[in-house]
């Protein structure tokens, strides 16, 4: 399998030079191996660049600081992560789409039109995503002076007229699925366009549980900040507490001591079995194969039984704090996790080779709903979307923090991008955490749970970066001098797989989609912030 090959950033500031940009490296916030300030009119230059050095794209974002909005893009090359900046004037802001570049920027920029303002110049869609009817066309919510609550009027106007584009041709039709779904799950918009059963087209519309995470960060302390942040996307409790901790123990210089790093870990692992065990069953359920989702919910329960029991909440809620965790184990629950770790280890090694050989499942499943690996590399998937499609990044090896470095990480990769390998990917993570989980138990070093710390009596800043169960998640924070928080972003996995379910239904039929959906399982609330 021919792997992706990506650029280093380390001397993409020389990278600049040589076409004439001159960029001011700044000191990189930790965790950043190379931080450039960039003038607007060079933003389109730099990605290009990045895009030439095959970097891929992760994240962009907004921070309004009068008279100026501060833009912000992050990318991910082999050697680390290159953090670009520029600013624009809030009475005119205009900066360079990256979206002729970077396919996966194209709705993150449009969340920042709609939240800040900025007008991407040659952008390929200039719909608005997130802001459906509930603010004015001159309302931005996230710039300074726009209240908390909003402008509400009596009545929100219906969100009917949005511009889906439309696929014409004879026999063709559209079916909308949602925002409001039979099941309980959370709402969300889906446009097929479609002949007899196949697909041809499916366009999403989110963004219809939004809860101003942003907007009600602000002025928040620290321990406020991480309970906001583990309710980003309740299913990722760990990844967006643990970024945003990350974020501003480096911002602080807080030192979190080794054992409530590896309990970290072990919370971290928890948290993408508890997940991969129900995506597994639910993918089999959608095909018919209940078997395995009565397999499968039963061992997930089991689970999260056992996080109840372990930490008081089976989501594992509210554990990590700023500068540690807020549990410990003793000797007794490290012998019982043990034990209960051989259990669930004989369990997926018997059913694992089960789903993957069974001739009626993988009819279902197997040269299905392919997510090409030239898809996968154009969108910069992550996560076990990306890794069943050829895409290998994993930060707990390729940028390891603590306590992953020293670990052998084993990151199952395939290039098919079927249902199957989606599937596959699942189970090999599951069986890869359990020996994760196991040796840091075993290797379990002594130390504080929560490290003393004061604040900086300046502002500061700090990103945090975690692999997640869904794959890179990410967090910015800025704090005043008070040590109050005056900016939030949260970047969850999600925002780079939604589009790949678009991306993967050629062929697909209109009662497959619901399979199809789960092998992606993207956060609505990740998303919708």
């Known amino acids: 399998m021919k792997q992706q090959i990506r650029g280093p950033v380390a001397d993409f500031g020389d990278q600049l030079s040589a076409v004439g940009i001159r960029g001011q490296e700044d000191n990189p916030l930790a965790g950043i191996t190379t931080q450039l300030q960039l003038k607007a009119k060079d933003w389109g230059f730099a990605t290009q660049i990045a895009a030439q050095q095959k970097l891929r794209w992760s994240a962009i974002w907004g921070d309004h600081q009068p008279p100026n909005i501060i833009i912000r893009a992050l990318f991910f090359g082999a050697d680390g992560h290159l953090l670009l900046q520029t600013e624009v004037p809030d009475k005119s802001p205009e900066l360079t789409s990256q979206t002729a570049y970077f396919i996966a920027a194209t709705r993150p920029e449009r969340y920042l039109h ?42 929100t106007a219906p969100d009917d007229g949005y511009p889906f584009t439309p696929v014409a041709g004879e026999g063709v039709y559209e079916i909308p699925v949602g925002p409001v779904h039979a099941g309980i799950i959370e709402p969300g918009h889906f446009r097929f366009q479609a002949m007899g059963e196949n697909i041809l087209r499916l366009e999403e519309r989110l963004g219809y549980v939004h809860k101003g995470i942003e907007k009600i960060a602000v002025g928040r302390d620290l321990d406020g900040l991480i309970r906001l942040a583990g309710r980003v996307s309740g299913d990722s409790t760990v990844a967006h507490s643990w970024a945003a901790c990350q974020a501003v123990e480096q911002a602080l210089q807080i030192d979190v001591s080794p054992r409530a790093l590896a309990l970290r870990g072990i919370l971290s692992e928890r948290e993408r079995i508890a997940n991969h065990l129900g995506d597994i069953g639910a993918i089999c359920n959608d095909v018919g194969f209940a078997f395995a989702q009565y397999q499968l919910s039963r061992l997930r329960e089991l689970w999260q039984r056992q996080n109840l029991s372990l930490s008081g909440h089976r989501l594992l809620m509210d554990i990590v704090t700023p500068g540690g965790v807020k549990y410990d184990l003793d000797q007794a629950v490290i012998k019982q996790m043990q034990q209960e770790i051989v259990q669930l280890r004989c369990e997926i090694d018997e059913l694992l080779p089960l789903l993957l050989e069974y ?111 869904r794959g890179e998640t990410l967090a910015y924070v800025r704090l005043d001098s008070a040590g109050r928080v005056q900016r939030y972003f949260p970047r969850d996995p999600s925002w780079l797989t939604w589009q790949a379910l678009e991306m993967m239904l050629d062929g697909v039929i209109v009662p497959d989609f619901p399979v199809c959906n789960k092998s992606v399982n993207g956060s609505y609330s990740g998303h919708d912030l």
Not at 129 to 154: I, M, N, T
Not at 401 to 429: A, C, F, H, M, W
């Open 114 to 155: 709609d939240m800040f303002g900025v007008q991407f110049l040659d952008s390929s869609d200039q719909r608005r995503w997130v802001r459906h009817q509930a603010w004015g066309e001159s309302d931005f919510p996230l710039r300074h002076d726009f209240p908390v609550a909003g402008k509400p009027e009596k009545n």
């Open 359 to 469: 001739p009626s499942l993988q009819d279902r499943l197997r040269d299905y709903a392919i997510f090409s690996p030239e898809d996968a590399q154009r969108l910069g998937a992550i996560g076990y979307v990306g890794r069943a499609s050829g895409l290998a990044d994993d930060l707990r090896r390729d940028c390891p923090y603590p306590p992953y470095q020293g670990l052998n990480i084993s990151v199952p990769v395939y290039s098919t991008g079927d249902l199957t390998k989606r599937l596959q990917v699942r189970g090999e993570e599951i069986l890869s955490s359990l020996t994760l989980i196991s040796s840091l138990l075993r290797t379990l070093p002594p130390g504080d749970l929560i490290a003393d710390y004061s604040l900086s009596g300046h502002p500061v800043e700090g990103i945090g970066l975690i692999e997640g169960w």
